[in-house]
């Protein structure tokens, strides 16, 4: 009888050390997620502003948006990609004096995949929209798709290894 009672006593305290685990691991993926989220988040905001810097810093130091031999990959690249555009931008301002209306870039119906605990790929679909331009300019969707980043962590920080825009299906 003792050493059925002490099997009994065995079997319960593995139970209760597998559910404690699959708890803080199930803690530790809810933390990823919002991890990623706001990564992606910043990663939007700082393309919606321009800010060359914040776009980069989104990516990991060999990151790259786009796939195959059209990819900007590394972080002066990601930056020069931004600053290019905002110069485009203000020379066609000049140009037709006229402001662009802002870009707003969302990341919706996203579905985060962990590969590992340091490796992730998130399958969404990207919209960016024009805002409206005033009376006579309403707002437009200016374009639409499906998206597969993959991302790893580095350091602690979930950062963006690979944006692409245009995945094979």
Do not use: C
């Amino acid at each position: 009888m003792k050493s059925l009672t002490r099997l009994a006593v065995f079997a319960l305290a593995a139970l209760l050390a597998s559910v404690a685990i699959a708890a803080a691991n199930d803690a530790l993926r809810v933390q990823d997620r919002i991890q990623i989220e706001d990564l992606m988040w910043k990663y939007a905001r700082a393309l919606d502003t321009e800010n060359a810097e914040a776009y980069a810093a989104t990516y990991t130091p060999d990151g790259q948006f786009g796939t195959g031999a059209n990819a900007t990959k590394g972080r002066e690249a990601l930056k020069k990609m931004i600053n290019d555009f905002k110069q485009r931008n203000i020379d066609n301002e000049a140009k037709t004096k006229e402001k662009r209306p802002p870009l707003y870039h969302m990341v919706t119906n996203h579905s985060i995949e962990f590969v590992d605990k340091d490796h992730a790929r998130v399958n969404a679909y990207y919209i960016t929209v024009s805002a409206a331009g005033g009376a006579n300019v309403p707002a437009r969707v200016a374009a639409a798709g499906r998206e597969v980043d993959e991302l790893v962590r580095v350091n602690g920080e979930w950062l963006i290894k690979v944006r692409d825009v245009a995945p094979k299906d």
